[in-house]
């Protein structure tokens, strides 16, 4: 007698979670919220505590990002909604649940998933799940929003984010994205030239308490908003033909 199994639903990744439990993650949901109706920004940045970086200033120059935030994306009118921690599920939540309603955006940069490996413990196909839900829901949420999807960065967290974003990658850049309104970018070498870590290029090693490299050094950043610009800047002007 043939045994009935129910359908696998899909992995907890690509499942929509929020955070709503930490007063902090609460807070600056809230708070997006009010932002993103008050602007109605054409570009919005969609991701982890790599893009919440951008909304820090002072203290030694490594740790400064607000300058970069300002020198290549204020023309954008942008808003960033980054938010340390997420992962792909937690980002799912936000874009199911209002970051992307009734404002329209032109471009959203979106990167994700790297706090899905050690955090979480997921695989990078879990990862790469999740990645493709955060997508199919801005399709439905924001049709008319052409995506820039960055490439999971090169890191020395631990040995599952170190080897799965590297997997990530490799799977993302072997799709064909034409015609899908998504345009993805791998900024690898920006802190791994010719495939080698430099940590050097991370701000983790020169904390009070150091960590492994995972965030790039403000310096590092603006090399990064420096590849990012001319592509949000030609996703725009393809917007308005």
């Not at 607000?66 to 936000?94: I, S």
């Not at 990064?224 to 030609?234: C, D, G, V």
Request: charged share 20%.
């Amino acid at each position: 007698m043939a045994l009935l199994l129910a359908a696998a639903g899909p992995p907890p990744s690509a499942t929509p979670a929020a955070r709503l439990d930490d007063p902090a993650w609460r807070a600056r949901f809230a708070a997006k919220q009010v932002e993103l109706r008050q602007k109605r920004p054409e570009v919005v940045f969609l991701g982890d505590s790599i893009f919440q970086n951008w909304e820090k200033q002072g203290g030694p120059a490594w740790d400064d990002y607000r300058p970069g935030w300002e020198r290549y994306f204020d023309r954008f009118d942008a808003v960033d909604l980054g938010f340390t921690g997420d992962t792909t599920a937690n980002l799912l939540w936000r874009v199911e649940n209002g970051e992307l309603d009734a404002i329209h955006p032109k471009v959203a940069v979106v990167l994700i998933g790297i706090n899905d490996f050690c955090g979480a413990g997921w695989s990078a196909g879990d990862t790469l799940a999740g990645i493709d839900a955060v997508l199919a829901a801005m399709r439905r949420r924001a049709p008319g929003t052409k995506i820039l999807l960055l490439g999971l960065l090169p890191n020395g967290w631990c040995e599952a984010a170190r080897s799965g974003a590297a997997s990530v990658d490799r799977a993302l850049a072997a799709r064909h994205w034409a015609g899908s309104g998504v345009t993805y970018r791998d900024l690898s070498e920006l802190l791994a030239p010719h495939g080698v870590l430099d940590r050097s290029r991370f701000a983790d090693p020169l904390f009070a308490v150091p960590g492994p490299p995972l965030h790039p050094t403000a310096q590092t950043q603006v090399r990064l908003a420096a590849a990012i610009a001319p592509a949000i800047a030609a996703l725009l002007g393809a917007a308005a033909k």
